[in-house]
């Protein structure tokens, strides 16, 4: 189906931060499949761990535990309770929309009947099922779908006192990511997570942070709310968590996730051996590497080589999660189809700003190189002549 508009470029393989197409061109990846492989790709140590599960045992339905996934769950719930947000529960899935649908369910099941609404902000983005499109933040693109779910309601982004005023009796949960990546990589305002966190536990609503796209070490901490300090309700992850591989994780309080009962929620490839295999080697293998400290350390590199850029007037982010606003006038999709002309893969996140989401083992020369492609091409296109 054309949900789609892909360039021509055809990818057959890839290597730590490197790719390769069908001509076998070589590109270099900071896009990393939207924040997925964040250890690279083809990285040994998850291939292995799948090669291995592959011809071991493949699917059994989540009729039945399994250990593999049992340990990548305990893992799991290691980092978080480390990260303070203390001991939980993980529904393990496919996706970070499938991660959003859960939790929105227990938020509604937590609620009670009549509290069913979930509030999240303007230009965040949850998901594309109807449930998390309903949640994410961005009119537009309801629009083809309308009639939306109702149950969700919306307030400015790092507005305090509009949030209050969107919260009523009706309301369960306040829906929220730490960096809005889809709103053009925009990293919570000072005080607007502690805040959410005082709003919640006022008014007896969960704190749902959607860290599908900030979990991980990628904004330099193992998760985003880190950096606020405060410990969530409901965290859902994807994105990183299987370096490629489809999976994404739902994981709330014990006494949260207690709500759910036996067949309130599911899915047929929940929690599979070999999904579970690939988390459970991502988290050994950051934990070895240290990934938030290289996140940490590449992205002030990265952020200083793009402040050093002609044409880009703003640097936001967290880490190796960054986004480069242009100066008016500059067309963030021509730049970054210049870009891929020119061998290196970003992506426009807006009408005027780019995300940056390379590897977090990329390398100091491997920034050098994409800096200058990029200084390259801003100033064919400055110039007219691209």
């Known amino acids: 189906m054309p949900v789609f508009g892909p360039p021509a470029v055809m990818f057959e393989r890839g ?19 939207i924040a997925v492989t964040s250890l690279g790709h083809a990285h040994p140590r998850v291939a292995a761990a799948v090669a291995e599960q592959a011809n071991t045992l493949l699917h059994v339905s989540n009729f039945f535990a399994n250990p593999v996934a049992t340990r990548a769950a305990l893992a799991l719930n290691e980092l978080l309770a480390a990260a303070g947000a203390g001991e ?10 499938e991660a959003n649908e859960c939790a929105l369910k227990l ?67 306040v829906l929220i990511e730490p960096v809005q990546g889809e709103g053009g990589v ?9 805040a959410i966190r005082e709003l919640c536990d006022q008014r007896g609503m969960l704190m749902i942070v959607d860290e599908v796209q900030t979990g991980f070490g990628r904004t330099g901490k193992w998760f985003g709310f880190q950096h606020a300090g405060i410990a969530p309700d409901v965290v859902t992850l994807a994105k990183a968590i299987g370096n490629g591989m489809p999976v994404g994780a739902c994981w709330a309080r014990r006494d949260v996730a207690q709500v759910f009962r036996p ?22 293998e950051m934990q070895r590497i240290d990934a938030p400290r290289l996140a940490v350390r590449r992205g002030e590199q990265l952020a200083a080589g793009l402040r050093a850029l002609p044409g880009v007037v703003e640097v936001r982010g967290q880490g190796l999660l960054l986004g480069a606003e242009l100066v008016p006038g500059l067309d963030a999709k021509a730049v970054a189809a210049g870009a891929l002309d020119a061998g290196l893969v970003v992506n426009a996140v807006t009408a005027s700003a780019l995300r940056l989401t390379p590897p977090l083992t990329v390398s100091a020369a491997e920034i050098d190189e994409a800096m200058e492609t990029l200084r390259v091409v801003l100033g064919a296109i400055s110039e007219g002549d691209h």
């Open 15 to 33: 290597s730590g931060t490197e790719l390769w197409d069908s001509t076998g061109r070589r590109y270099l990846d900071f896009l990393s499949g």
């Open 88 to 97: 939980g529960q993980v529904f393990f899935c496919n996706s970070g929309a």
């Open 107 to 173: 938020a509604r099941k937590f609620g009670g009947r009549g509290r069913h609404v979930v509030v999240s902000a303007y230009g965040s983005f949850h998901g594309r099922t109807l449930a998390t499109l309903a949640a994410t933040g961005q009119p537009m693109k309801h629009e083809p779908f309308h009639p939306m779910p109702d149950g969700f309601r919306h307030a400015a982004w790092g507005d305090v006192d509009a949030l209050v005023q969107a919260v009523d009796s009706t309301v369960s949960a």
């Open 186 to 194: 925009l990293p919570a305002p000072e005080g607007y997570l502690r």
């Open 263 to 284: 067949g309130d929620h599911g899915s047929t490839y929940s929690g599979t051996p070999i999904a579970t295999a690939a988390v459970l080697a991502v988290i050994e």
